[in-house]
């Protein structure tokens, strides 16, 4: 039999290859060659399952209902989104959810840090204040009030921010996209 008249013979895929554009050959071999774990990384991470990814959803809208409602439980509730937010946050890797619980978490822990400067300026501006009144010293009353108003203003700030963050959140979440 004549190796040249086979369909696949050396000679004609050589042909082929040479009368083939270089660069949709490239395209093709870097397109398809992956290793292993890259491509099962991707599958796993990448691929959910519509009932998994309806369970985070609802999961998450459960967490940001909480955050609102802390609003009306002088915070006390804050504690029980964000341990929601740890324990399922692994369950999103590599999704778009990911970002939900990474923006959750986020803003609970940026609101207490900055709740927490705001309260102690607010103390600390008391504390001066009480001296003043007691020792009769003006120029200490007129820095313990700008301190109150300044921790007023930290305070009042993290509110609105942390409540907008709770709103935008909750809005990309309804609508199936991720937060930045």
Do not use: C
Request: aromatic fraction near 12%.
């Amino acid at each position: 039999m004549n190796r040249s008249s086979e369909p696949h013979s050396d000679e004609s895929l050589h042909r082929q290859t040479k009368t083939a554009d270089p660069d949709i050959v490239n395209d093709y071999i870097s397109s398809s060659y992956q290793p292993s774990q890259e491509l099962a990384r991707q599958q796993q991470g990448g691929m959910m399952s519509d009932n998994k990814q309806r369970a985070l959803i609802t999961y998450n809208h459960v967490t940001y209902l909480l955050y609102v409602l802390s609003y009306f439980t002088a915070g006390l509730l804050w504690i029980v989104p964000i341990v929601m937010n740890y324990a399922k946050r692994h369950d999103a890797d590599r999704t778009w959810l990911a970002t939900h619980f990474d923006w959750q978490i986020k803003t609970f822990w940026y609101s207490i840090v900055l709740f927490a400067l705001g309260g102690m300026l607010l103390v600390f501006a008391l504390g001066g204040l009480g001296v003043s009144i007691m020792a009769d010293s003006g120029n200490i009353a007129i820095g313990s009030i700008l301190l109150t108003v300044l921790g007023v203003l930290i305070i009042g700030f993290t509110f609105i921010w942390h409540l907008y963050r709770i709103v935008r959140g909750w809005i990309a979440l309804t609508d199936n996209r991720p937060v930045p």
